[in-house]
């Protein structure tokens, strides 16, 4: 079974630094693109960063270029998204998912999501 | 940045009735589109991609088409588990890509 956990979501202040971390199991992780997406009840669903499966080719929004940074360990199967200098717009529940290859393309399973707070 | 507008935001419909929901892009993605379903509290969950593939699992009541900038989601006969939000995004070329705004789907 295909499962993606998030963690590392919380409360930080404004121009502060927060890691998430999603652990996957039940496929080969190095197998499959992976991405971060986030969602806020005014602007829905939003493409965060992803990653090939290679590992290098890494894709960023505009809105988080130079701010955040997607890394992964193959040898614990966690993606992470370091995120910096955050800004309220920031604030959304934050959703792990794999894509159906071995490219960003679209997304055929979910993680639960993790909430991010950037308090002002 | 391809833009990726749904009709309407919110439509109502009898249970056992049927629905057409709609996508539009600000250009030209071929097929490359993906449908997606959410409920309250849940992560989204795939419904279609290449316009017209039904995800693995997912019942014939639902199809996709269009190409270009034009696509829809069809759901028959609905149930009361479809009662949902509906998402497009488009996959078109490299990233970052693009979701519409949804579609509230609701029981009339």
């Known amino acids: 079974e295909v499962r993606l956990v998030e963690s590392g979501g919380g409360l930080v202040h404004r121009g502060g630094s927060l890691r998430l971390s999603c652990t996957a199991s039940?496929?080969?992780?190095?197998?499959?693109?992976l991405a971060w997406v986030r969602q806020t009840p005014g602007k829905g669903l939003e493409f965060v960063a992803g990653?090939?499966?290679?590992?290098?080719?890494?894709f960023y929004a505009e809105s988080v270029k130079g701010r955040f940074t997607l890394s992964r360990d193959t040898s614990t199967n966690t993606l992470y998204l370091q995120m910096g200098s955050l800004r309220t717009e920031d604030m959304a529940v934050y959703y792990c998912a794999r894509d159906r290859g071995r490219a960003v393309t679209f997304f055929d399973y979910w993680g639960q999501g993790t909430l991010v707070i950037v308090s002002s | 940045e391809i833009v990726m507008t749904q009709f309407p935001a919110t439509l109502s419909v009898s249970p056992g009735e049927g629905a057409t929901l709609s996508c539009r892009a600000s250009?030209?993605?071929?097929?490359?589109v993906a449908w997606y379903q959410q409920k309250p509290g849940q992560a989204p969950r795939l419904l279609i991609y290449?316009?017209?593939t039904r995800a693995p699992g997912l019942p014939a009541r639902f199809s996709g088409s269009g190409s270009g900038t034009e696509f829809t989601l069809t759901i028959s006969s609905l149930q009361s588990d479809d009662f949902a939000v509906y998402y497009c995004?488009?996959?078109?070329?490299?990233?970052?890509?693009?979701f519409g705004q949804g579609t509230k789907l609701e029981i009339k």
């Open positions: 290449g316009a017209s």
């Open positions: 990653m090939n499966s290679n590992g290098r080719t890494t």
């Open positions: 039940g496929f080969s992780f190095s197998s499959y693109a």
């Open positions: 995004q488009q996959y078109h070329n490299l990233p970052p890509y693009t």
């Open positions: 250009q030209s993605i071929t097929t490359n």
